[in-house]
């Protein structure tokens, strides 16, 4: 069945959590679609993981639209929620209108996200009740790692932890159908979410939340060298991968690859015209 936003809400009331998960291309959308994930975010994180630059900062609405594009083919029931990029909201509301229309037009997603909470929440209403839903993004919001000063748990002081419980209502207020809460200490998710009607996701933000999202790369075990305190990695495809790259350049060099049956025959009298002539 369809993931749709009223499911989430239905999830949320009864208590059912809400497993979610970053998918970049049609082959992991396919994947996570048949496994039942609902929902796939088209994460900006992709900046990194697939782009590979040292922030999400330089992700551009084209990079986005290419990659939502991808992940909307591959996917038949989950519900794909692309990022907005940065500073593809923040210039003007009509700006931010535009975008997200491009995301679920050109993009094929069904949900926007973007990163903030009082100061875009007049966005995010424009955008709502232009009848595209809006998932907010809370904590340690990427797009702002300059202003932040890195990437740190957000919310432990007690006028910071105030400001992330205003945010997270502004923009339950504005329209927003659920919030993503990175890097903020259990507690407050816990807080936050018995708060708020609406469902929360969160990564590195505990047990608590109505949801939970991992980034592809970090549950997988695709980065070898780097595990963000937050992830649970389920595999360690780096490692299988690299096994199997060894292993064919081993059978190549050996002449064990290819064999009969992976090779093309064709007719002997033909052959023999050929060699013939
Ligand atoms: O871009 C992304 O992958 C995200 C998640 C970390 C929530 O925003």
Same mark, same amino acid.
């Given at each position: 069945?369809?993931?749709?936003?009223?499911?989430?809400?239905?999830?949320?009331?009864?208590?059912?959590?809400?497993?979610?998960?970053?998918a970049?291309?049609?082959?992991a959308?396919?994947?996570?679609?048949a496994a039942g994930?609902?929902?796939?975010l088209?994460?900006?994180?992709?900046?990194?993981?697939?782009l590979?630059?040292?922030?999400?900062?330089?992700?551009?609405?084209?990079?986005?639209?290419?990659?939502?594009?991808?992940?909307?083919?591959?996917?038949?029931?989950?519900?794909?929620?692309?990022?907005?990029?940065?500073?593809?909201?923040?210039?003007?509301a009509?700006?931010?209108?535009?975008?997200a229309?491009?995301?679920?037009?050109?993009?094929?997603?069904?949900?926007?996200?973007?990163?903030?909470?009082?100061?875009i929440?007049?966005?995010?209403?424009?955008?709502?009740?232009?009848?595209?839903?809006?998932?907010?993004h809370?904590?340690l919001?990427?797009?702002?790692?300059?202003?932040?000063?890195g990437?740190?748990?957000?919310?432990?002081?007690?006028?910071?932890?105030r400001?992330?419980?205003?945010?997270a209502?502004?923009?339950?207020?504005?329209?927003?159908y659920?919030?993503?809460?990175?890097?903020?200490?259990s507690?407050?998710?816990?807080?936050?979410t018995?708060?708020?009607?609406i469902p929360?996701?969160?990564?590195g933000?505990?047990p608590d939340?109505?949801?939970?999202?991992?980034?592809?790369?970090?549950m997988l $075990?695709? =980065?070898a *060298?780097?595990v963000?305190?937050?992830?649970?990695?389920? %595999?360690? /495809? +780096? &490692?299988?991968?690299?096994?199997?790259f060894?292993?064919?350049?081993?059978?190549?060099?050996? $002449?064990? =690859?290819p *064999?009969e049956?992976e090779?093309?025959?064709m007719?002997? %009298?033909l /052959? +023999? &015209?050929?060699?013939?002539?």
């Open positions: 069945m369809a993931t749709t936003i009223r499911e989430l809400a239905r999830m949320k009331r009864d208590g059912e959590k809400i497993p979610m998960v970053t970049y291309d049609y082959t959308a396919r994947i996570a679609d994930i609902p929902i796939l088209v994460g900006d994180s992709l900046g990194m993981v697939v590979g630059y040292d922030s999400t900062i330089p992700v551009t609405m084209d990079d986005m639209v290419r990659h939502t594009r991808m992940v909307s083919r591959g996917a038949s029931n989950a519900l794909i929620v692309a990022d907005l990029p940065f500073m593809a909201y923040q210039v003007d009509n700006e931010a209108m535009r975008n229309g491009r995301l679920m037009q050109e993009g094929g997603a069904h949900t926007v996200k973007m990163e903030g909470g009082v100061a929440a007049d966005t995010v209403r424009r955008i709502v009740d232009a009848g595209a839903p809006v998932m907010g809370l904590g919001t990427p797009q702002s790692v300059n202003a932040l000063g990437y740190r748990v957000q919310g432990r002081t007690r006028e910071t932890a400001r992330l419980l205003d945010d209502v502004a923009l339950q207020d504005a329209g927003a659920s919030v993503v809460l990175e890097c903020v200490p507690q407050l998710a816990k807080v936050i018995e708060r708020l009607t929360t996701i969160g990564i933000a505990g939340c109505d949801g939970q999202v991992q980034v592809f790369h970090d $075990g695709l =980065f *060298d780097f963000p305190k937050h992830a649970r990695r389920y %595999a360690t /495809l +780096s &490692d299988d991968i690299a096994v199997a060894r292993q064919y350049a081993d059978d190549v060099r050996a $002449g064990a =690859f *064999d049956s090779s093309f025959t007719n002997e %009298a /052959l +023999s &015209d050929l060699l013939d002539g």
